[in-house]
């Protein structure tokens, strides 16, 4: 929404991180999530999606180095369960990985919950189109099956 004849590829870019941080905002909100935000690989290794989280949420987005982040913590509770390591904390500690904290910016914030109101209300004003859109990608994915 708003892109026009000006809006570079970069404009486009920066618009999907928007929407992706304004999403993760709305639903760390409705699940009563608090404190940093931890992040790690994928898209999460540009800094720009680190830094638009950050201001849009309010939160220090802290993206941590390694990857895999799930399987490792599997590896963690299979080391402890192993005998290994005799606890968790232990293991997890022998598994050390680096951290990079991105610090909401105050004036970026502001605009950015100027940016969500507009955001909030553009999804509720767009719901009822909702069903035709679906109807529309039925189609499509029934076409691409034949």
Same mark, same amino acid.
């Given at each position: 929404? *708003?892109?026009? +004849?000006?809006? $570079?590829? !970069?404009? &486009?870019?920066? @618009?999907?991180?928007?929407?992706?941080? =304004?999403?993760?905002?709305?639903? *760390?909100?409705? +699940?009563?999530? $608090?404190? !940093?935000? &931890?992040?790690? @690989?994928?898209?999460?290794?540009?800094? =720009?999606?680190?830094?638009?989280?950050?201001?849009?949420?309010?939160?220090?987005?802290?993206?941590?180095?390694?990857?895999?982040?799930?399987?490792?913590?599997?590896?963690?509770?299979?080391?402890?369960?192993?005998?290994?390591?005799?606890?968790?904390?232990?293991?997890?500690?022998?598994?050390?990985?680096?951290?990079?904290?991105?610090?909401?910016?105050?004036?970026?914030?502001?605009?950015?919950?100027?940016?969500?109101?507009?955001?909030?209300?553009?999804?509720?004003?767009?719901?009822?189109?909702?069903?035709?859109?679906?109807?529309?990608?039925?189609?499509?994915?029934?076409?691409?099956?034949?």
């Amino acid at each position: 929404m *708003g892109m026009s +004849l000006t809006t $570079t590829p !970069d404009d &486009v870019l920066r @618009s999907v991180y928007e929407g992706v941080a =304004l999403s993760l905002a709305d639903c *760390g909100d409705h +699940l009563g999530m $608090t404190g !940093d935000l &931890v992040v790690s @690989s994928g898209g999460f290794r540009s800094d =720009l999606i680190c830094e638009v989280l950050a201001d849009v949420t309010g939160r220090s987005v802290v993206r941590q180095s390694a990857p895999e982040t799930g399987a490792r913590g599997a590896a963690v509770l299979a080391l402890t369960v192993a005998g290994r390591y005799d606890t968790v904390e232990d293991a997890a500690a022998a598994m050390t990985c680096s951290f990079e904290c991105f610090d909401p910016h105050p004036e970026r914030g502001r605009i950015y919950r100027a940016v969500a109101e507009v955001y909030f209300e553009s999804r509720v004003a767009i719901r009822p189109v909702w069903p035709s859109m679906r109807e529309i990608r039925n189609m499509k994915e029934a076409d691409s099956v034949n």
